[in-house]
């Protein structure tokens, strides 16, 4: 039945636009040939977008694949990162721990830590991470955390004039502000 639909319609077609019934019979039959010469268009088309697909699926996969691998390498290389800073700092935690167990007087203890953080300071240079300037430089809210000020005459006014907790950086990445208090000269004018 729906052969034959088409084939109305298609007959219809032929004769709005002037063709008489025997042409158009001839123009919605295919021919053997012509139907086996589609047959096989549809069948390469087909076999094409399965080809297709199942590439698409494939580079999917290996981009999820290559995305997971390189999540794991970030992951094994950030590891290994922390592995190699502790194993720099676990002779300090060694010093502390001995430094808890010595039995010595207070200025034998305090000399000791002074070791350990004379230790832990050669470390963080290994590391590139260097304190921030601080006591008679210029106030640098970048850098520093201000806590207050302190009235002072021998320092230029917005001057650090103390340092309260030392900051650092990472080369020129700021790890932890210092936190500091700036001189407030009363006898400095400003220009």
């Known amino acids: 039945m729906p052969e034959q639909e088409t084939e109305v319609k298609t007959l219809e077609a032929a004769e709005d636009a002037g063709q008489g019934g025997a ?11 012509e139907f086996d010469k589609l047959k096989t268009e549809y069948e390469q088309l087909k076999a094409e977008r399965d080809q297709l697909v199942d590439r698409v699926a494939r580079t999917q ?20 990162a922390v592995g190699n800073v502790v194993e720099q700092f676990l002779p300090v935690l060694d010093n502390f721990e001995l430094a808890l167990k010595a039995t010595g007087s207070t200025e034998q203890l305090r000399s000791g830590v002074e070791l350990i953080v004379k230790q832990m300071e050669e470390i963080l240079r290994q590391l590139q991470v260097l304190p921030v300037a601080t006591v008679g430089v210029e106030f640098d809210p970048r850098h520093h955390e201000a806590l207050g000020t302190v009235e002072r005459d021998d320092l230029p006014d917005q001057h650090v004039a103390e340092e309260v907790r030392r900051g650092y950086k990472l080369r020129e990445r700021l790890l932890r502000p210092a936190l500091v208090r700036v001189a407030s000269n009363p006898k400095q004018t400003i220009d």
């Open 23 to 33: 042409a158009a019979d001839s123009a919605t039959e295919p021919g053997p040939a």
């Open 61 to 80: 996969a290996e981009f999820e694949n290559a995305r997971k691998r390189a999540e794991r390498e970030k992951q094994e290389y950030r590891d290994f």
